[in-house]
């Protein structure tokens, strides 16, 4: 088992859509959660932290669940601009190994 | 926050030659880590490079094929030795604090 799993995707999602994206961990001691948006021959940037108490910025929300080990970003009305690679990043190891998803591919149709 | 200076961006390179590529942080940082991600795949950590002393790698990837040089803290290189058409891949420097992780803006790398 992988120790970040996000399905790859690709989400096909019109204008103006809701989309929600999973991520799963399977080290129980992992520290801290983040979602990176990688557009297309870019470096990957941070998007926002994840926390228990649900994070949210604008359209974005992230929502981290401790004891299913799962975290999830909700974009809601999606824009022609959001469409990018999410990747789901964990943090553990005292915060020395930093674990990568695969990461999950969204186009936003017009 | 960090900026990463990554160099070259690109490069089409011949089998069997080698690439060195170069980062430059804008402060100094103790540890500086060197990933690889091929084509519709993530982050795959090559190595971490420590400020004097030799560079550490994952399972996977050895010094012989991919030195590293960290000659101060702000500066690393890594180098793509005898190169493979199988090298081809995307190649991004990187720093973290205990908040973040920044990159560099990666070198795209097709060996022929």
């Known amino acids: 088992r992988k120790e970040v799993e996000q399905d790859p995707g690709p989400f096909n999602v019109p204008e103006g859509a809701t989309v929600a994206f999973n991520c799963t961990y399977s080290?129980?001691?992992?520290?801290?959660f983040f979602w990176y948006r990688q557009d297309c021959r870019k470096e990957p940037k941070l998007l926002m932290s994840?926390?228990?108490s649900g994070n949210e910025d604008g359209r974005f929300t992230a929502q981290l669940n401790r004891a299913s080990q799962y975290i999830s970003l909700l974009i809601r009305d999606s824009k022609l601009s959001d469409s990018a690679t999410y990747l789901c990043?964990?943090?553990?190891?005292?915060?020395?190994?930093?674990?990568f998803g695969t990461g999950t591919k969204l186009q936003v149709i017009p | 926050s960090a900026v990463i200076s990554q160099k070259p961006s690109r490069d089409i390179c011949q089998r069997g030659t080698s690439l060195t590529i170069q980062c430059q942080v804008d402060?100094?940082?103790?540890?500086m880590f060197w990933y690889r991600q091929q084509p519709g795949q993530s982050l795959t950590l090559i190595a971490t490079?420590?400020?004097?002393?030799?560079?550490?790698?994952e399972s996977g990837f050895v010094i012989d094929k991919f030195p590293i040089s960290r000659p101060n803290l702000t500066f690393s290189t890594l180098t793509v030795s005898n190169m493979s058409p199988e090298d081809s891949s995307i190649y991004l420097c990187?720093?973290?604090?205990?908040?973040?992780?920044?990159f560099g803006q990666g070198t795209r790398l097709t060996v022929v």
């Open positions: 990187s720093v973290r604090t205990n908040t973040e992780a920044f």
């Open positions: 490079a420590n400020q004097g002393s030799e560079a550490t790698y």
């Open positions: 990043v964990v943090f553990s190891g005292g915060y020395q190994k930093v674990t």
């Open positions: 402060s100094q940082v103790t540890m």
């Open positions: 994840v926390y228990s």
């Open positions: 080290n129980s001691a992992s520290q801290s």
